[in-house]
């Protein structure tokens, strides 16, 4: 696996206008039609798509982030996807628990608060759409400050998803943890995305995520099932195979064979100066 010197990472002020821009167009066309109940591929594509734009923007100068225009745009952001995270675990869980036996009415029950909570996202989500995006002229933008910043975040991304590595690779009851490292990777990804350079440290990130994403669901089916009764033990421990299956694959699969290589290309950073992963 080879990536480019770290410090040839670079974006230019134009390309980063460009691709904010069409960002910003493209979270705009998601939330063009959207239904009243919108489905589980809408929500997780327009997820994406705002995670992709806080990303970038904050690699932004911060008086430009400060602007009364910025700040709404941003608080906007911010808020659907608060709005739209537990909207998503009810579709993971509608998923997820689909594959098991269970008493009729818990799916009914689940697919009722979808419901519900997809009409209050829907709500903030039109609020979105209706907060015009601050428009960055190049001028606006420093190239040279902008990589430097890209290059300082993925560094720190690094340094963080590293000592999330060390936790996890021996312990699968670190549930907390996995699900940062999964957060911690999905930035990474956006980051080295957002330089333009397809890469193989992006293929490999984007499998750790889609990883531990099938992780993170199996934990959240688990965590709602638990206390709901002995009917509902079996499934459990069926998800629990499920479960150890999917982070032994992980392990073996993934880590074991990749965090050199991501160490090497200076993506994973492992150091003294190592930030505490976030609780």
């Not at 230019?12 to 960002?23: L, V």
């Not at 430097?148 to 996890?168: D, F, P, S």
Request: proline share 6%; glycine share 4%.
């Amino acid at each position: 696996m080879a990536c480019a010197p770290m410090g040839s990472l670079w974006i230019g002020r134009k390309s980063f206008e460009r691709r904010h821009r069409s960002s910003v167009k493209a979270l705009l066309k998601l939330l063009e039609n959207l239904p009243d109940r919108p489905s589980p591929d809408q929500i997780h594509d327009l997820r994406v798509a705002v995670r992709r734009i806080q990303v970038m923007r904050k690699l932004l100068p911060k008086d430009l982030r400060e602007y009364p225009d910025s700040k709404r745009f941003d608080l906007a952001l911010k808020s659907t996807m608060k709005a739209t995270s537990q909207l998503r675990d009810l579709d993971t869980l509608v998923e997820t628990l689909g594959k098991q036996t269970l008493p009729a009415d818990t799916t009914v029950n689940l697919k009722n608060q979808r419901s519900d909570f997809a009409a209050t996202a829907r709500e903030v989500m039109v609020s979105l759409a209706g907060t015009p995006a601050p428009r960055l002229h190049p001028s606006l933008i420093r190239g040279r400050r902008v990589s430097k910043r890209l290059r300082n975040r993925i560094r720190r991304q690094g340094r963080i998803a590293a000592a999330l590595v060390q936790q996890v690779a021996t312990d699968e009851s670190k549930v907390a943890e996995l699900h940062s490292l999964r957060k911690e990777v999905k930035k990474l990804r956006y980051l080295l995305e957002l330089a333009g350079k397809g890469s193989p440290e992006v293929d490999v990130l984007t499998e750790w995520q889609e990883s531990l994403g099938a992780i993170h669901d199996l934990d959240v089916a688990v965590v709602y099932l638990q206390g709901k009764g002995p009917e509902f033990a079996k499934a459990i421990r069926n998800i629990q195979r499920i479960r150890h299956a999917r982070y032994l694959g992980f392990v073996n699969k993934r880590v074991h064979s990749q965090t050199n290589a991501l160490t090497k290309s200076r993506i994973l950073a492992v150091g003294p100066e190592s930030p505490a992963p976030p609780t």
